[in-house]
């Protein structure tokens, strides 16, 4: 079963820094996209930052120039480096993955997501 598993959210003052990790596990040929969608308390999931390939990005407007999104392939692991943290971002942040499980399956599949607080 595949799987991917985040980590690093936590408490942070506005202005802060934090990096999220996206860890795929189990059996699977390749990834292609990866993502990271958050959920504020009482708003609809978004889409934060996405990353197809090996590195075509894009970013919603409220992250541009904070956020960055990469991978690395030999880890099977994505990342999310979250600068200049803002009240707004405060959320539980999803991982989102392509995931290509054999030569005809890919599977969508969403991590358990991750809370970041900004709060001072």
């Known amino acids: 079963q595949v799987q991917l598993v985040e980590s690093g959210g936590g408490l942070v003052q506005p202005g802060g820094s934090l990096r999220l990790s996206c860890a795929a596990s189990?059996?699977?040929?390749?990834?292609?996209?990866m993502g990271w969608y958050r959920q504020a308390p009482g708003k609809e999931r978004e889409l934060v930052a996405r990353i197809i390939g090996e590195s075509v990005t894009n970013y919603a407007d409220a992250v541009k120039g904070r956020f960055t999104i990469s991978r690395d392939n030999t880890k099977n692991t994505g990342y999310l480096q979250m600068n200049d943290l803002k009240l707004e971002d405060t959320a539980v942040y999803y991982c989102?993955?392509?995931?290509?499980?054999?030569?005809?399956?890919?599977?969508?599949?969403w991590g358990q997501g991750t809370l970041v607080t900004v709060s001072s």
């Open positions: 189990g059996s699977f040929i390749s990834i292609s996209t």
């Open positions: 989102n993955a392509d995931i290509t499980v054999s030569s005809w399956s890919t599977l969508e599949v």
